[in-house]
């Protein structure tokens, strides 16, 4: 008697554990069922499948459930998904979304902490996001000490070009090293050889991490216990594998820095943080080796990828819209004299320009899904109850692809961002680097590059797709950022106004 009574004890409290994970909490926004242990998993990764991305998905679910607050499960978090300009602009700018979520992922991002910039928040969040952007900003952030480190780059780049002319070229590759050896530069004070191997190290390991992140992400995160039972399959061991030998990678540059050290070397962002090292005299701080080594990986990680894909896809959208090419071109000779270089500083110049840029970056947006961020305490959204720590998903892909306001969303049109008079036109709802405090930190350097780049080899290469090549169809490659399909273009010189 006293075994069944057990038995049945047992079911039970089984039948009741399953049940609680399928409540929801009260007031809760709309969204799919919820099923025991996997939650929504199953609905939303089907349905990433069969529209092309989880953005897509989610963005489904939104209209089925007709809400711009998406209700969900993945694994044992509570998540919300929000959409249309003013959720996001709330929780962009809302105090209570401030935080990241405390999940095993995160922490494995951070090689097994919480620290560096982007996944930190409360006071070691504030502390480090005010040493980060003080010292970008005293490095040149915006100026032309990084105007500098981009004509570097530049000049570089052409004569890249110059030696490919009329090959075929992935320029998507070329442009992720000549990113990278900026951020090189600003944390480390000098640019490298494109040949240097630790170049080239650096850049295999982010793209190697963002693949094993990307394969990893939804199933490490939601059900991290799967990394014992299959770490290679997981992508655990891999990750693992990664973080190590990009930690050895950073801690030689960093080591360099102690070697040569001196009171008052603040001449790049390294030599700056090892400088508030040494001030703490060995009392608690949060200016560590460790922490160190995360905000280098941050903004590797933050600027480097999202800014060459967004390169890619713009010299992509130049063979797709040869006419705005030209159109490009013709604006960059009218305003620039043949030898004069072309700077950030000076994109008033060409609002037609700008403008592309900008639609490049509505209608390829390399994150369509920010965050994600945690509830820092329980409030409302949308007559919605959200509870503290509820992971929310910020959907930028929804604001910049809305029907009702830019009208032809789905239509590539540069001419949306210029006013009657062909000037810049700025529309608050476009907001590819966020609002808020947690507003990109690089964006200054992002912009510079990308208008600067483009400009300088629009300027002087007509780009189209190589002989004998399908056409490139334009549609993104799904991740955990969009990335461009691989197309093959050709590079040729444009003589009428050759500048180097």
């Given at each position: 008697?006293?075994?069944?009574?057990?038995?049945v004890?047992?079911?039970?409290?089984?039948?009741?554990?399953?049940?609680?994970?399928?409540i929801?909490?009260?007031?809760?926004p709309p969204?799919?069922?919820w099923?025991p242990?996997?939650?929504?998993?199953p609905?939303?990764?089907?349905?990433?499948r069969s529209?092309g991305?989880?953005?897509?998905?989610?963005?489904?679910?939104?209209?089925?459930?007709?809400?711009n607050?998406?209700?969900?499960?993945?694994?044992?978090?509570?998540v919300?998904?929000?959409f249309?300009?003013?959720a996001v602009?709330?929780?962009l700018?809302g105090e209570e979304?401030?935080?990241?979520?405390d999940?095993?992922?995160l922490?494995l991002?951070?090689?097994?902490?919480?620290?560096?910039v982007?996944i930190?928040?409360?006071?070691?969040?504030?502390?480090?996001r005010?040493?980060?952007?003080?010292?970008l900003?005293?490095?040149?952030?915006?100026?032309k000490p990084m105007?500098?480190?981009?004509r570097n780059?530049?000049?570089d780049?052409?004569?890249?070009?110059?030696e490919n002319?009329n090959?075929e070229?992935?320029i998507?590759g070329i442009?992720a090293?000549?990113?990278?050896?900026?951020?090189?530069?600003l944390l480390g004070?000098?640019?490298?050889?494109?040949?240097d191997?630790?170049?080239?190290?650096?850049?295999?390991?982010l793209d190697e991490r963002?693949k094993?992140?990307d394969m990893?992400?939804?199933?490490?995160?939601q059900?991290?216990w799967?990394?014992?039972?299959?770490p290679?399959?997981?992508?655990?061991?891999?990750?693992?594998?990664?973080?190590?030998?990009l930690k050895?990678?950073?801690l030689?540059?960093?080591?360099q820095?102690y070697s040569?050290?001196?009171?008052?070397s603040?001449?790049?962002?390294i030599y700056?943080f090892?400088?508030?090292?040494?001030n703490?005299?060995g009392?608690?701080?949060?200016?560590?080796e460790?922490q160190?080594?995360?905000?280098?990986?941050d903004?590797?990680?933050?600027?480097?990828?999202?800014t060459?894909?967004t390169?890619d896809?713009?010299?992509?959208?130049?063979?797709l819209?040869?006419d705005?090419?030209d159109k490009v071109?013709?604006?960059?000779e009218?305003?620039?004299e043949r030898t004069?270089?072309?700077?950030?500083?000076?994109?008033k110049?060409v609002p037609y320009?700008e403008?592309?840029?900008c639609?490049?970056?509505?209608y390829?947006?390399?994150?369509?899904i920010?965050?994600p961020?945690?509830?820092?305490?329980?409030?409302v959204?949308?007559?919605?109850?959200i509870?503290?720590?509820?992971?929310?998903?910020?959907?930028l892909?929804?604001?910049h692809?809305d029907?009702?306001?830019?009208?032809?969303?789905?239509?590539?049109r540069?001419?949306r961002?210029?006013d009657?008079n062909?000037?810049l036109?700025?529309?608050d709802?476009?907001?590819?680097?966020?609002?808020?405090?947690?507003?990109?930190?690089?964006?200054?350097?992002?912009k510079?590059?990308i208008f600067t780049f483009?400009?300088e080899i629009?300027?002087n290469?007509k780009?189209?797709?190589?002989?004998?090549a399908?056409?490139p169809?334009?549609i993104?490659?799904?991740?955990?950022?969009?990335?461009?399909e691989k197309?093959?273009?050709?590079?040729?010189e444009n003589?009428k106004n050759?500048?180097?």
């Amino acid at each position: 008697m006293l075994f069944i009574l057990s038995i049945v004890a047992v079911i039970v409290i089984t039948i009741s554990y399953l049940i609680s994970l399928i409540i929801k909490p009260a007031k809760f926004p709309p969204g799919p069922f919820w099923y025991p242990i996997v939650g929504t998993v199953p609905i939303l990764k089907k349905l990433s499948r069969s529209l092309g991305g989880q953005h897509l998905a989610l963005l489904k679910l939104s209209q089925i459930y007709n809400t711009n607050v998406l209700g969900l499960k993945l694994g044992k978090e509570n998540v919300i998904a929000v959409f249309s300009y003013e959720a996001v602009k709330e929780v962009l700018t809302g105090e209570e979304y401030e935080g990241r979520p405390d999940n095993f992922f995160l922490k494995l991002r951070c090689m097994g902490t919480r620290r560096g910039v982007t996944i930190t928040d409360g006071e070691l969040w504030k502390i480090q996001r005010h040493f980060v952007s003080t010292h970008l900003r005293n490095l040149g952030f915006g100026k032309k000490p990084m105007e500098h480190m981009i004509r570097n780059e530049v000049d570089d780049l052409l004569l890249i070009l110059k030696e490919n002319e009329n090959k075929e070229i992935r320029i998507g590759g070329i442009l992720a090293v000549s990113v990278l050896n900026v951020l090189w530069a600003l944390l480390g004070g000098s640019r490298l050889n494109r040949n240097d191997v630790r170049l080239k190290r650096l850049l295999e390991f982010l793209d190697e991490r963002s693949k094993a992140f990307d394969m990893a992400g939804g199933t490490l995160n939601q059900f991290p216990w799967v990394r014992f039972i299959a770490p290679e399959e997981s992508g655990f061991n891999l990750i693992k594998r990664l973080n190590a030998k990009l930690k050895e990678l950073l801690l030689e540059t960093i080591e360099q820095h102690y070697s040569t050290w001196q009171q008052g070397s603040d001449d790049d962002l390294i030599y700056a943080f090892i400088s508030q090292i040494k001030n703490a005299n060995g009392k608690e701080t949060t200016f560590t080796e460790d922490q160190l080594i995360m905000i280098c990986l941050d903004i590797f990680i933050a600027g480097s990828q999202t800014t060459s894909n967004t390169l890619d896809f713009a010299f992509l959208m130049m063979i797709l819209y040869p006419d705005v090419q030209d159109k490009v071109r013709m604006c960059l000779e009218n305003a620039f004299e043949r030898t004069e270089p072309i700077n950030y500083s000076e994109r008033k110049k060409v609002p037609y320009v700008e403008a592309v840029l900008c639609e490049i970056q509505r209608y390829c947006h390399v994150t369509p899904i920010c965050g994600p961020r945690r509830v820092l305490k329980d409030t409302v959204l949308e007559n919605y109850s959200i509870p503290k720590n509820t992971t929310v998903l910020i959907s930028l892909y929804s604001v910049h692809h809305d029907k009702k306001y830019w009208k032809d969303p789905e239509v590539f049109r540069p001419e949306r961002f210029l006013d009657s008079n062909g000037n810049l036109m700025y529309h608050d709802r476009f907001i590819p680097f966020g609002l808020g405090k947690r507003r990109c930190l690089g964006d200054a350097l992002a912009k510079s590059c990308i208008f600067t780049f483009f400009a300088e080899i629009i300027r002087n290469y007509k780009i189209t797709e190589y002989p004998g090549a399908n056409k490139p169809t334009g549609i993104p490659i799904p991740g955990i950022t969009l990335t461009p399909e691989k197309y093959r273009a050709k590079f040729t010189e444009n003589n009428k106004n050759k500048c180097f």
